[in-house]
């Protein structure tokens, strides 16, 4: 037995969960540092980059994955432990502003165990659709899921950011505790029995994780996807750090006004992933490599817009709307080919393979986060306070603009068929 459509979306819950969680500690959390605590954009950067360096541990997840044992038991043990340090981290912000040396040790200890949480979870999650999910429904489900993520995302920054007004210290470890207790209760009811209830295809041979990692990197089409995720990935999460602050330094927004605006950027995202989930899979229009080059474009237009949304006097969450829209085209493309990539090669090594590109993922996510704080922290001290945080949103629009160009040369043509379930 293969995984039913219906476990396929209770697995999706548990991935809503995962971006339920970590849009506070991403989002909401950095803004708070750097506009009502006044603290440089580079702190949450350098916190935001620990819990994705921590997440280089993923191929390892995925290995261990691979050569058996229990996926269910880390995946709840995973949400937990990201529970446990997104709790850690929302305790941290009253105490930087008491006690900062203490909140500064919570928000290290707290970072470090929000990554290991994703690390474990995420890829065991993966790891399981990769190999009980049948052939022809892998795109499918990998749509599936990362929608829900995504829709995770949006409604908790949309949720939350209609309870935090008016804001305090109590009002947020409030909503950050029942947002984290019912992630764990959830996860636990959605994956609950789903394991035992498939027969997974047998583990491949016993092997050294430096073999498993070497071989994979040999396979010449894994090695230019990794290459493909670093770079688009370093674009993508660039404005993470510095989007909520440029709301609020620039255009005035309140917490929860620049938290429902990363709501919205996310539905955008949702909006861009299903365009491109009907269009490729119902109506097979273009290829996936074409839909990829298309959202990193459009990507970098929607960035070009946002740098000179105060100059032009532009309205920036129809802008913040649109980047999410293109981001969403390219990632559910690329989120197509992954899928597919992850069960080639001469042994079915899902795991380890969909963790080097989860590894790859994390590290541009923690470089292209914290050098977008870094350059904004930078600028300010050069150019008046608009002025800096467009010129690092014009450098992220140059970096997707590489991005598409590399994965027209890299992206294979066929993957056109790879949405469509059933083929």
Same mark, same amino acid.
Do not use: C
């Given at each position: 037995m293969s995984l039913s459509w219906a476990q396929i979306f209770r697995l999706g819950l548990v991935q809503a969960c995962l971006g339920a969680i970590v849009v506070l500690m991403t989002s909401t959390l950095n803004r708070l540092m750097v506009v009502e605590l006044a603290l440089p954009v580079v702190l949450p950067g350098f916190l935001v980059a620990l819990h994705y360096g921590v997440q280089i541990t993923r191929p390892n997840w995925g290995h261990l994955a691979d050569q058996g044992g229990n996926r269910t038991r $880390?995946?709840?043990?995973?949400? @937990?432990?990201? @529970?446990l340090g997104g709790m850690g981290a929302a305790l941290a912000i009253p105490l930087l502003e008491s006690h900062f040396g203490l909140g500064l040790a919570l928000s290290l200890v707290a970072y470090a165990v929000i990554g290991l949480g994703v690390g474990a979870s995420g890829t065991s999650l993966l790891a399981l659709l990769a190999t009980a999910t049948a052939e022809q429904r892998r795109p499918a489900a990998a749509t599936i899921t990362w929608l829900m993520m995504i *829709?995770?995302?949006?409604?908790? @920054?949309? =949720?939350?950011?209609?309870?935090?007004?008016?804001y305090s210290h109590a009002r947020l470890l409030v909503i950050v505790a029942i947002i984290c207790t019912g992630a764990v209760a959830l996860t636990t009811l959605a994956v609950w029995g789903i394991e035992r209830s498939v027969v997974i295809r047998p583990a491949p041979p016993a092997i050294?994780?430096?073999?498993?990692?070497r071989e994979i990197? *040999?396979? =010449?089409?894994?090695?230019?996807?990794?290459?493909?995720?670093?770079?688009?990935?370093?674009?993508?999460?660039?404005?993470?750090l510095i989007l909520e602050?440029?709301?609020?330094?620039?255009?005035?927004? =309140?917490?929860?006004?620049? =938290?429902?605006?990363?709501? *919205?950027?996310?539905?955008?995202?949702?909006?861009g992933m299903v365009l491109v989930g009907v269009a490729a899979s119902g109506f097979r229009i273009g290829s996936l490599r074409a839909w990829v080059v298309a959202g990193c474009l459009g990507s970098a237009?929607?960035?070009? *817009?946002?740098?000179?949304?105060?100059? $032009?006097?532009?309205?920036?969450?129809?802008?913040?709307?649109?980047?999410?829209?293109?981001n969403g085209m390219f990632a559910v493309a690329a989120i197509g080919s992954m899928m597919q990539l992850a069960g080639e090669?001469?042994?079915?090594?899902?795991g380890a393979r969909v963790g080097l590109w989860g590894a790859s993922q994390a590290i541009a996510a923690g470089f292209g986060g914290l050098t977008g704080a870094a350059l904004v922290d930078l600028a300010r001290s050069l150019l008046p306070v608009a002025d800096a945080f467009g010129a690092v949103f014009l450098t992220q629009a140059t970096i997707f603009i590489a991005s598409a160009a590399l994965a027209a040369r890299v992206m294979?043509?066929?993957p056109r068929a790879l949405l469509v379930p059933g083929e």
């Open positions: $880390w995946i709840i043990a995973g949400m @937990a432990l990201l @529970a *829709a995770g995302i949006a409604l908790t @920054a949309i =949720t939350a950011g209609q309870f935090l007004d008016p050294r994780f430096r073999d498993g990692m990197w *040999a396979d =010449t089409r894994a090695r230019h996807f990794t290459f493909f995720v670093f770079l688009s990935m370093t674009a993508y999460f660039m404005q993470e602050p440029y709301a609020g330094l620039v255009f005035g927004f =309140t917490p929860g006004q620049s =938290t429902s605006m990363s709501g *919205a950027q996310n539905g955008g995202v949702f909006l237009i929607a960035l070009f *817009a946002i740098a000179g949304a105060s100059l $032009w006097a532009l309205p920036l969450v129809p802008l913040v709307i649109a980047l999410g829209f293109f090669g001469r042994e079915k090594r899902e294979s043509p066929r």
